[in-house]
């Protein structure tokens, strides 16, 4: 039986060949389906890599088949609403009705289950404020910065040229653009996809350097000055590591490489580009202090900041010893979450390496109220921020602003297809394939950038005044409750440790702080155990 689809092909075959010789040619059409499927069966028996077509020649080409389209098949017709990741359906449809301003409106009540473990809520208010009639926005820039910015809440999220398609640049750009928020290059440098349209930027500096580096792959301060001098530049953001992938570098193959993205990145055609795992350019925290010091003087006093998915608690804290010790402070710190997304990461990295947001963030925000710097230095945070809540959650627990990749990739088409490192993207975001990305239409795709930000933060604005405030920088961790169990309930404020300013310097009170700030040096990001 194994065989019996493979048995029949040949003899249908056979039978095709002579019926077409001895009674009529039209038999001969048959052969140009059943010829290839004879030969495809043959080959099955004799190749030696996969064993089940040895076994079911022909029919088991269906497997491979099906498990092809299995994520369509369970994203459209298995899952539920709630149950998807890394997005689910009422995520997705969220993003795709404000994107095309449409009312986000959900009838008959929530499917979420209110007393599991997941759920949380945001704290209304008896009394609630009038909705603000502009949108928030937050002053970034400390004492050394020159040009201060200011930020929209809601912005674009790290996404290289390479990664994303030219026109899905250009539309995130142009809707960035009309929406008066940023947009971050990603670590491939500025292209002339991120300039076109004249909207803001912030630049992002990763450990390859591109669009800044020398040939050997080093920091090169002239370039560096060049490219930051455009106008369109407001903030620099020195990658340190991401959510999805912390730790771990990158290669772009010689094969993929156009002129395009070589001039974009100052690389060479024709070699391997590396994104290593750390950066050259500095060894240690007090390294890192005086490269922002650096960066920030170079690009004529714009804000600087460095971005990081929290690993090893005590190397930030080094960093914070660093700044103590230097008095070299950021502009700005943004938390990555190891839920955050990327075009392709090994699976051990996407799933198991690198602190969630959540962690990340109130570990980042109390480390600098323990060291009496947070009104000193803003915190950005990113890692599937999409909605107006999951803003003010973010916000209550320790971030001044929030950037999104994956809901802007959906407002401009994205269908979580996962398929970013095949450069197959059914619907052009992210591929470089020339005939894909013709399908992504920038001016439709433009106002759907802009919808998506500006119908959220309307959203926002709601919640904000629904919580009796009148700025989202009254957000607290006790205006956030979450499940702690079936009949239990608390405030983020109450579930958590939060530090009072200036504890860490003291007797903190807190061992797991305590042990490892004493343990932390500014002169190593290694922590030296006794």
């Known amino acids: 039986m194994r065989y019996l689809v493979y048995i029949l092909t040949i003899i249908l075959t056979v039978l095709s060949l002579i019926l077409g010789l001895a009674v009529d040619h039209d038999f001969f059409w048959s052969l140009l389906m ?8 043959t080959w099955d028996l004799v190749q030696t890599r996969h064993s089940i ?73 008896m009394a609630p404020r009038p909705k603000s009639k502009e949108l928030f926005r937050t002053t970034v820039g400390g004492p050394e910065c020159k040009q201060p910015y200011s930020c929209s809440i809601l912005n674009i999220s790290a996404m ?34 991120h300039l076109k349209n004249g909207g803001d930027l912030v630049w992002q500096i990763g450990t390859g350097y591109f669009g800044c580096r020398n040939n050997d792959g080093t920091f090169n301060p002239d370039l560096f000055q060049e490219q930051a001098s455009h106008d369109a530049v407001k903030m620099i953001e020195i990658k340190l590591s991401q959510g999805a992938k912390p730790g771990h570098g990158g290669v772009l193959p010689a ?87 990327t075009g392709a ?17 109130m570990f980042v925000h109390n480390a600098l109220v323990g060291c009496n710097l947070r009104d000193k230095i803003k915190i950005a945070a990113s890692g599937k921020v ?50 894909r990305q013709k399908a992504l239409n920038v001016e439709d795709k433009s106002t759907r950038t802009f919808n998506f930000h500006h119908n959220t933060m309307e959203a926002f604005a709601d919640v ?19 499940r702690t169990g079936r009949t239990k309930m608390a405030s983020y404020h109450e579930a958590f440790d939060f530090l009072k300013p200036g504890e860490l310097l003291e007797e903190c009170p807190y061992p797991v702080y305590k042990k490892v700030w004493d343990l932390s040096s500014a002169d190593s990001f290694q922590i030296q155990h006794h």
């Open 255 to 341: 094969a993929k490489i156009t002129a395009e993205i070589a001039s974009t990145r100052k690389i060479l055609m024709g070699q391997d580009c590396v994104s290593p795992p750390g950066h050259n350019t500095f060894s240690n925290p007090i390294g890192l202090c005086e490269y922002v010091a650096q960066l920030r003087d170079l690009s004529g006093g714009k804000p600087v900041g460095f971005k990081l998915c929290i690993g090893h608690p005590g190397e930030f804290l080094s960093v914070c010893k660093a700044m103590l010790q230097t008095g070299i402070l950021p502009d700005f710190i943004t938390v990555d979450g190891g839920e955050g997304g």
């Open 464 to 482: 904000i005044a629904a919580a009796g405030l009148d700025h989202p920088s009254e957000l607290r961790p006790w205006h956030v409750y979450l």
């Open 345 to 361: 990461a090994p699976l051990e990295f996407s799933d198991n390496m690198g602190m969630p947001l959540r962690g990340g963030l």
């Open 386 to 435: 999409s909605s107006a809540f999951t803003l003010a959650r973010t916000l209550a627990i320790g971030a001044d602003w929030c950037n999104a990749a994956r809901g802007f990739m959906m407002a401009v088409g994205c269908i979580q297809a996962q398929k970013c490192h095949t450069n197959t993207c059914p619907v052009g975001v992210a591929t470089q394939d020339p005939g």
């Open 160 to 193: 290289s040229f390479g990664a994303l398609s030219p026109n899905a640049l250009l539309a995130l750009n142009a809707g960035a653009k009309r929406g008066g928020f940023y947009h971050c290059t990603g670590e491939g440098g500025v292209s002339p996809y």
């Open 34 to 41: 059943l010829i290839p499927l004879a030969l495809l069966g």
């Open 53 to 125: 077509t040895r076994n079911y020649p022909i029919i088991a080409h269906l497997r491979f088949l099906f498990e092809m389209i299995r994520p369509e098949i369970h994203q459209y017709f298995v899952e539920s609403n709630i149950d998807g990741r890394p997005f689910n359906n009422d995520e997705r449809s969220l993003i795709y009705e404000r994107a095309k301003n449409i009312d986000g409106l959900k009838p008959f009540g929530t499917e979420l289950d209110i007393y599991g473990d997941e759920y949380e809520w945001l704290n209304h208010s």
